[in-house]
């Protein structure tokens, strides 16, 4: 069975210091790995997406790595602010072979970050 | 240029009552999904739809139907709502299906808020 696991569940960080959120998966095969920001009460935003060639990206102060080998991603983010309090949402996709181009999306439970002041 | 409008943004039912959440794209994509986010769970997957008078369903469509009678609108019906079906509901769309970066890979709406007493 397909699955998406994220660490830490939630997290505390005093504004200004850095943070890591990570997400293992089972997905196979893999498509492509995304890692969503969701704002309370919003939907989620995507923040970046990877292929399995890409080791990182980057998006501002925002910078997800994954190794396909291991099936590890991470977000990394630098110098947070009191805007980054949210939940991180790791999605993984796989082709579904159904014949009609579809992909299945597997999403992790995410992890809520908080930034302090 | 809106992207993916939900209404009603809240709502809250008795028992037994129906309702139909309505979910409008602007972007011309051909995939629309309903997902339901509960709290400890990823988001799961109710119906999708990969064009114009296409439905099928998804992880979890026990209680729920859908109709695409417009390419741009995916109705999401319950005919007799149960408490179990309180929950925040979101609805995707994308271009190909396949999660991809930009304008034609997943946007999502903001959500509707259900609760069923």
């Known amino acids: 069975k397909n699955q998406v696991e994220q660490s830490p569940q939630s997290l505390i960080i005093l504004e200004g210091k850095n943070c890591t959120l990570q997400?293992?998966?089972?997905?196979?095969?893999?498509?492509?790995l995304r890692w969503y920001k969701q704002d309370t009460g919003r939907g989620p935003v995507s923040l970046t997406i990877?292929?399995?060639?890409?080791n990182t990206k980057s998006n501002g102060r925002y910078t997800a790595t994954l190794d396909a080998d291991t099936k590890q991603s991470s977000l990394h983010i630098t110098a947070s602010q009191l805007s980054d309090s949210a939940s991180y949402i790791c999605?993984?996709?796989?082709?579904?072979?159904?014949?009609?181009?579809?992909?299945?999306?597997?999403f992790g439970k995410g992890t809520k970050l908080s930034v302090i002041p | 240029n809106a992207g993916v409008t939900q209404t009603p943004k809240f709502r809250v039912l008795k028992t037994g009552q129906s309702m139909t959440l309505l979910c409008a794209q602007d972007m011309n994509h051909e995939y629309m999904y309903w997902y339901r986010q509960d709290p400890g769970m990823g988001l799961r997957l109710i119906h999708y739809s990969v064009g114009e008078g296409t439905t099928a369903k998804g992880e979890v469509p026990d209680g729920y139907n859908v109709s695409r009678l417009k390419k741009q609108n995916f109705l999401l019906g319950l005919e007799s709502a149960a408490p179990s079906q309180t929950s925040v509901y979101f609805c995707?769309?994308?271009?190909?299906?396949?999660?991809?970066?930009?304008?034609?890979?997943?946007?999502f709406g903001s959500g509707t808020r259900l609760t069923v007493v």
């Open positions: 997400c293992n998966y089972t997905v196979s095969p893999f498509s492509n």
């Open positions: 999605v993984v996709s796989a082709p579904t072979y159904s014949g009609a181009g579809s992909y299945q999306l597997t």
């Open positions: 995707a769309s994308s271009y190909t299906g396949e999660e991809v970066d930009g304008p034609y890979g997943y946007t």
């Open positions: 990877m292929t399995f060639s890409e």
